[in-house]
């Protein structure tokens, strides 16, 4: 099993910076690819960016270039850096991380982005 626990969210300004982390422990070695995802009410969650054990990254396109997506192996944390944030940013963000056959989430922390 994984435990994946995330951090770092709050209430910050348009404009404003936030880096989201994520502990993991557990089966760690299993982990293949890492991500964050992104919910609103009533909406359906969604990928914000991924990266894989090499460090391969993939971002949504409504982030590129405002979120940096890194991993930390020997930490066993996963961050998300997110900057010029914007009210469109507010939501619960989840860590995830997929093992063969499974795929594990963190409790969630709220990001709220509000003048």
């Known amino acids: 099993q994984v435990q994946l626990v995330e951090s770092g969210g709050g209430l910050v300004q348009p404009g404003a910076s936030l880096r989201l982390s994520c502990a993991t422990s557990?089966?760690?070695?299993?982990?293949?690819?890492m991500g964050w995802y992104r919910q609103v009410p009533r909406k359906e969650r969604e990928l914000v960016a991924a990266?894989?054990?090499?460090?391969?990254?993939n971002y949504a396109d409504f982030v590129k270039g405002r979120f940096t997506i890194s991993r930390n192996n020997a930490k066993n944390m996963m961050y998300l850096q997110m900057n010029s944030l914007e009210p469109e940013d507010t939501a619960v963000y989840y860590c995830?991380?997929?093992?063969?056959?499974?795929?594990?989430w963190g409790q969630g922390t709220q990001v709220t982005v509000s003048s």
């Open positions: 990266i894989t054990r090499a460090g391969i990254t």
């Open positions: 557990g089966t760690i070695f299993s982990i293949n690819r």
């Open positions: 995830n991380a997929e093992t063969t056959g499974n795929r594990h």
